[in-house]
């Protein structure tokens, strides 16, 4: 069974930065897709950032320029770098994986779909 444990969250002032990190364990498929997605109080979840297990990253609009996502497969981490913090990125950011065999995922933020496996979440609050 797959796990993901997400760190990094915290509180900081807009024009701030934070660096959010997902701990993976429990690996079973031989390629993955990740991703980092928000949910924002009284809003749906969106995607913000993703690979997909071909390697592509894609980013939301509303986050390109200013985050940037990466992954160390020797530690089996994934990394979300955000810069430029705005007040509209206050949100719990979660991190995702699914079976990225046969395309039987995507971590494309605007159209995402077979992210079986999410983690608990860590809470990303920007202040003006």
Same mark, same amino acid.
């Given at each position: ?52 297990? !071909? =390697?592509?990253?894609? *980013? ?14 020797? %530690?089996? +981490? ?20 699914? !079976? =990225?065999?046969?395309? *039987? ?14 983690? %608990?979440? +860590? ?6």
């Amino acid at each position: 069974q797959v796990q993901l444990v997400e760190s990094g969250g915290g509180s900081v002032l807009s024009g701030g930065s934070l660096r959010l990190s997902c701990a993976a364990s429990g690996y079973t498929y031989s390629s993955y897709c990740m991703g980092w997605f928000r949910q924002a109080p009284g809003k749906e979840r969106e995607g913000v950032a993703g690979i997909d297990s !071909d =390697g592509r990253i894609s *980013y939301a609009d509303s986050v390109k320029g200013r985050f940037t996502i990466s992954q160390d497969n020797a %530690k089996n +981490t994934l990394y979300l770098q955000m810069n430029s913090l705005k007040p509209e990125d206050t949100a719990m950011y979660y991190c995702a994986a699914g !079976d =990225g065999t046969y395309d *039987y995922c995507s971590a494309t933020p605007d159209n995402y779909y077979g992210m079986d496996y999410w983690g %608990k979440g +860590t809470l990303v609050t920007i202040s003006s």
